[in-house]
């Protein structure tokens, strides 16, 4: 055991060790590296110059603005969401606490399709809630509220199962020292509890952000992926593949998996930061 309490990771040693390891890289490569190598070899296939075109075009442009914007809505709303939900699990102990805990993890189990189509029965023309909407000149499905909603119900889980990890394994003694000394619920929330969980919600909100950037399933059914209108990055992605249009299709790929990369690089400096603080707590 080292000084902080970590058990030290030993070197692969025998035929056994390392054939797990050139295992597990070799899957790694297959899936992961291979594919990348793939769709960066053809958005490069015809020059930088039709690299350079394919994101430039106003469709491209528009879906990455759609894209972005959606991050920008639903990203506060999952922290929000993910803090109350985690408090309320982490400090208090009260009759349906396991059923909220099954449907704060129920996106992790739903098909995004099958959440897409959820909300297509809510807020559809033909759905519950789509004749009074219509009514007051509200549209939900096939618009930006739509793809705005879906995009929130799968990336629900990611803030708050972090932010629940860690005060779970942090505890409450500290709130409750505070309480009794008289503090407030606000002020214990802004003193105590956030600095402590900071960490938690940065990871949830990289997490959330990727998700968000990436999700297709839901997205696809109730955003009616209308080119330049309604469709995101991904959707813009299979639009330009299924129309045969295969170097822009590659080149918008390479930009989403660039924004990929740089959400994994902030992970990881996030961790790196993050370092620092634990040592000393230990």
Not at 10 to 26: E, Q, T
Not at 88 to 99: I, K, Q, V
Not at 170 to 184: I, N, R, V, Y
Not at 216 to 230: I, K, L, Y
Request: glycine share 10%; with cysteine; hydrophobic share 55%.
């Amino acid at each position: 055991m080292s000084g902080t309490g970590r058990a030290r990771a030993r070197r692969p040693s025998g035929l056994g060790d390392w054939l797990v390891v050139g295992g597990a890289i070799a899957l790694l490569v297959l899936v992961l590296v291979l594919p990348l190598v793939v769709v960066v070899h053809g958005a490069a296939s015809k020059g930088l110059g039709a690299f350079a075109t394919a994101l430039q075009q106003p469709e491209t442009i528009a879906a990455a603005k759609l894209t972005l914007l959606t991050a920008a809505i639903v990203v506060p709303l999952n922290v929000g969401f993910g803090l109350a939900a985690a408090w309320l699990l982490a400090r208090y102990d009260f009759r349906g606490r396991s059923l909220l805990v099954t449907l704060v993890d129920l996106p992790f189990s739903v098909s995004p399709v099958i959440a897409g189509l959820v909300f297509v029965l809510l807020f559809g023309a033909q759905g519950w809630l789509g004749p009074s909407l219509a009514a007051h000149d509200i549209r939900i499905i096939f618009a930006v509220p739509g793809i705005v909603l879906a995009t929130t119900f799968v990336t629900l889980p990611m803030v708050a199962r972090e932010v629940l990890a860690v005060m779970e394994a942090q505890g409450a003694h500290e709130e409750e020292a505070a309480l009794t000394l008289g503090a407030g619920l606000w002020t214990i929330l802004w003193r105590i509890t956030l600095p402590k969980v900071r960490w938690g919600v940065l990871y949830g909100i990289v997490l959330c952000n990727a998700r968000a950037m990436g999700e297709f399933g839901a997205v696809t059914v109730v955003s009616g992926n209308v080119r330049g209108e309604t469709s995101t990055l991904p959707l813009h992605i299979d639009i330009l593949y299924n129309e045969y249009e295969f170097v822009a299709a590659f080149s918008v790929a390479t930009l989403l998996a660039m924004l990929a990369l740089v959400t994994i690089a902030a992970k990881r400096a996030l961790q790196w930061l993050a370092r620092p603080t634990k040592a000393v707590r230990s």
